[in-house]
T-cell receptor
Framework: AQSVAQPEDQVNVAEGNPLTVKCTYSVSGNPYLFWYVQYPNRGLQFLLKYITGDNLVKGSYGFEAEFNKSQTSFHLKKPSALVSDSALYFCAVRDPAVHNKFYFGSGTKLNVKP | NAGVTQTPKFQVLKTGQSMTLQCAQDMNHEYMSWYRQDPGMGLRLIHYSVGAGITDQGEVPNGYNVSRSTTEDFPLRLLSAAPSQTSVYFC?????????????FGAGSRLTVL
């Protein structure tokens, strides 16, 4: 079975500091990994994805994610956090066999304080 | 370009009532799906469709029905609402292109069952 885990319910960081939101995955086959962001009372928005290739993936709004196969991790990072980055972040993995099935983590609330 | 449109945005039901959550997309996406979002549990897949006339069950299908008579529409039916179905529901669509399909989400429908 496919799954993702986000071990932190909440991450607090000061504006201007680097941020990391953690995600680990379990998948049978090649991993297709995603990060989505949800602002209050909104739907989820795509940030970035990993399919194959470079282990460092760059996405929207200055975010990037590092794929680590040996640690089965796909952590979301940003060098310098903004207050406007405060939101709920979800990691997701696609089912290798059924391309319209995705498994989401429980979400991590990012709080960026001025 | 409206993207994915969900109606209604809010709904309150009594136990045992039925209703339909509507979802429409104007991007000609073949894939559509329904998720529910509950605190601490992330998003869980209810039903999904890979094209008109084709639907299948996700992780939590009990109590929900779907149909896909057109590419654009993918309604979710609750036949006899239960308090356990109180949740925020998201419809998503994507196209099966190379490089993994990115989900486009609607704004969500908040359902309360009393």
């Amino acid at each position: 079975a496919q799954s993702v885990a986000q071990p932190e319910d909440q991450v607090n960081v000061a504006e201007g500091n680097p941020l990391t939101v953690k995600c680990t995955y379990s998948v049978s086959g090649n991993p297709y990994l995603f990060w989505y962001v949800q602002y209050p009372n909104r739907g989820l928005q795509f940030l970035l994805k990993y399919i194959t290739g470079d282990n460092l993936v760059k996405g929207s709004y200055g975010f990037e994610a590092e794929f680590n196969k040996s640690q089965t991790s796909f952590h979301l990072k940003k060098p310098s956090a903004l207050v406007s980055d405060s939101a709920l972040y979800f990691c997701a993995v696609r089912d290798p066999a059924v391309h319209n099935k995705f498994y989401f983590g429980s979400g991590t609330k990012l709080n960026v304080k001025p | 370009n409206a993207g994915v449109t969900q109606t209604p945005k809010f709904q309150v039901l009594k136990t045992g009532q039925s209703m339909t959550l509507q979802c429409a997309q104007d991007m000609n996406h073949e894939y559509m799906s329904w998720y529910r979002q509950d605190p601490g549990m992330g998003l869980r897949l209810i039903h999904y469709s890979v094209g008109a006339g084709i639907t299948d069950q996700g992780e939590v299908p009990n109590g929900y029905n779907v149909s896909r008579s057109t590419t654009e529409d993918f309604p979710l039916r609750l036949l006899s609402a239960a308090p356990s179905q109180t949740s925020v529901y998201f419809c998503a669509s994507s196209y099966p292109g190379p490089g993994a399909n990115v989900l486009t989400f609607g704004a969500g429908s908040r359902l309360t069952v009393l």
